[in-house]
């Protein structure tokens, strides 16, 4: 197979099975000179200045995303827009492909928190997007595996188009989706999973209506990566501004009415200790621990 003229550096076996499952793993195209100068570069930073609000941080992890990574000028940009992953994933899509978006995802040894499974397309499909003709292509900055909750993908749900999500905030109170555990359950008999095992330098290519989640880091060892994720031409957005725009806006709103369910509960909780000698919320005091008269 040829894309764009030239000659098919993966040939049609591996393009078949990307076809079929929905991923591909690229060993080695990174060298380990250039990851060691992303995570020299990421040493050398203040995190807590590179995240853009707490939104970006969780507890006791000063950084846990850094956005738009490709549209800057560090090691990290250097590796998000290298064209050899454009020209692989245009080869698997079998059409040419632009940036999208990029980030760092810094799954933090000890306290990273869970990715609930979903589908990109979640994110994307609101938007004017005609097609799930998309996928991501993730940089694996560390060893990767099930020790330091690699990533997990059910191959083969790509085919099944958009799966139904529901909605739900995460730690830091941003709406987020994932695919309901029951139907996880009932996908997983037909699909199983994958646990993505990977070197720093690989490169993971997988569909944007691929499943895949990953759990709480609590190992020793952090899960970094980078992401790159990418349209194919032909699929640009119908109404773009006013799509996104309404998809942030209905986003945000659910985000705000929590905010506001969560804070009544918690004031209601306050003032109802406040007004009361006893106590209303946790374990009472039990009366060997009482104040004798």
């Known amino acids: 197979m040829a894309q764009n003229g030239k000659t098919s550096a993966l040939g049609s076996a591996v393009i078949d099975t990307f076809q079929r499952e929905g991923y591909y793993l690229h060993r080695g195209m990174f060298s380990r000179e250039a990851i060691d100068e992303v995570t020299a570069w990421l040493d050398a930073q203040d995190h807590s200045t590179l995240a853009k609000s707490w939104t970006e941080q969780e507890p006791a992890v000063e950084l846990a995303v850094l956005s738009g990574v490709h549209r800057k000028d560090d090691a990290v940009a250097t590796i998000a827009n290298d064209t050899r992953m454009l020209d692989i994933a245009g080869e698997l899509m079998g059409s040419p492909v632009y940036i999208w978006s990029s980030k760092m995802n810094l799954k933090a040894a000890w306290a990273g928190t869970a990715e609930y499974y979903h589908q990109d397309l979640v994110y994307w499909k609101d938007r004017g997007y005609p097609k799930d003709e998309m996928l991501s292509c993730m940089v694996f900055v560390d060893p990767h595996g099930p020790k330091n909750a690699g990533l997990q993908v059910m191959p083969g749900t790509h085919k099944l188009g958009y ?42 290519f997988f569909h944007t209506s691929l499943i895949h989640g990953s759990s709480h880091n609590s190992s020793p060892q952090s899960r970094r990566i980078i992401l790159s994720q990418l349209n194919t031409v032909g699929n640009e957005p119908v109404d773009v501004n006013s799509n996104a725009r309404d998809f942030n806006l209905n986003r945000a709103h659910f985000e705000m009415e929590e905010a506001e369910r969560r804070y009544e509960w918690f004031r209601k909780k306050y003032h109802d200790q406040l007004a009361s000698e006893d106590l209303t919320f946790s374990a009472p005091v039990p009366p060997e621990e009482k104040v004798k008269s």
């Open 163 to 204: 799966v139904e999500h529901q909605p739900f905030i995460n730690i830091n109170g941003l709406a987020k989706y994932m695919v309901p555990p029951e139907t996880l359950s009932g996908l997983y008999g037909k699909h199983g999973l994958i646990t993505i095992e990977a070197e720093p330098g690989d490169v993971l």
